[in-house]
């Protein structure tokens, strides 16, 4: 993979914003930007068990999907507490995945404000995403095509990003908003994947109290280095043409692959591997042609 540096700011102004990253699709890493927060001096593992320990919350791994459930299914419940307990204690893959601040722990939502760079935030859905030293989520995209600030807490994360011409050079499955599965993106197997190796994209390191712009429709990495959480806050697509592809992913394409999943299960994991590998041979020997 060709992996370049994100652009880095400690401070930038809306017109700035807009013209350089929002409206040209370009990422962007502000760091410290929550020290303008309560949060960045509150938000920590501790408190999160401290406010929420009791709840009992769906988590995951490393592991691929089992072909035979939804993909959506978590591996294993445990109350916050002992999930937090486990991250902190020793190294492990163990991850929760969209945790809605406004359902449930709204008191955070005082912490931290909105940006004001120009983008109109969808506010009801301001989400917590947690990992332990191990934890990485697949390769993917997000199915509602928006627009988002990705804000660090805790330890150590490393982010890759590529736009959606990088598509077949990522081995993307057809039906879904993520590649195949068994590609390790911290060690990738060039021998078995070869096309990965022209894939353009952008590196990040986030810290403690970093903000991460991320353009809609960006593929997006995430490997926990150490364990934290990261807060995501998100805007909904704003152009007609964007606003229709994201109700065709998110009303027919998830639910016509969810479809198929359940009636024909690993069958169908199978089929869509294989299409997708087809797939990026051909786009590689067309580069290979060049």
Same mark, same amino acid.
């Given at each position: ?95 929760? =995945? ?5 359902? %449930?722990?709204?008191? +955070? $939502?005082? !912490?931290?404000?909105?940006?004001? @760079?120009?983008? /109109? ?27 988002? =600030? ?5 330890? %150590?994360?490393?982010? +890759? $990003?590529? !736009?959606?011409?990088?598509?077949? @050079?990522?081995? /993307? ?38 903000? +991460? ?78």
């Amino acid at each position: 993979m060709i992996l370049n540096p994100v652009d880095i700011v400690e401070h930038i102004n809306k017109e700035d914003f807009q013209k350089k990253y929002f409206k040209p699709h370009k990422p962007l890493l502000i760091k410290g930007f929550a020290k303008q927060w309560g949060a960045y001096e509150k938000w920590n593992l501790d408190y999160i068990r401290e406010k929420a320990g009791e709840q009992v919350v769906p988590i995951y791994d490393n592991k691929p999907a089992d072909a035979n459930k939804s993909s959506d299914t978590p591996a294993t419940k445990m109350k916050m507490k002992d999930y937090i307990d486990i991250i902190k204690s020793k190294p492990s893959d163990l991850r929760i =995945f969209f945790y809605i601040i406004t359902d %449930k722990l709204p008191e +955070l $939502l005082k !912490d931290f404000s909105y940006p004001d @760079l120009g983008m /109109k935030f969808f506010k009801r859905l301001p989400t917590l995403f947690f990992g332990g030293s191990e934890a990485h989520v697949l390769m993917h995209y997000d199915v509602d095509l928006g627009d988002f =600030f990705h804000v660090h807490f805790g330890g %150590k994360k490393r982010i +890759l $990003l590529f !736009d959606q011409k990088q598509n077949e @050079l990522l081995y /993307k499955v057809p039906l879904s908003v993520h590649t195949i599965e068994e590609i390790d993106y911290d060690n990738p197997d060039y021998e078995k994947y070869p096309a990965l190796k022209y894939a353009t994209g952008t590196e990040i390191l986030m810290e403690h109290g970093d903000a +991460l712009f991320i353009p809609g429709a960006f593929w997006h990495y995430n490997r926990y280095l150490e364990p934290g959480f990261s807060l995501s806050i998100r805007a909904l697509p704003n152009r007609p043409s964007k606003f229709l592809s994201m109700l065709y992913h998110v009303f027919i394409m998830r639910y016509t692959d969810k479809l198929m999943r359940k009636i024909f299960k690993a069958k169908w994991v199978k089929y869509k591997e294989e299409w997708a590998y087809r797939k990026s041979s051909k786009a590689l020997a067309k580069l290979e042609k060049k």
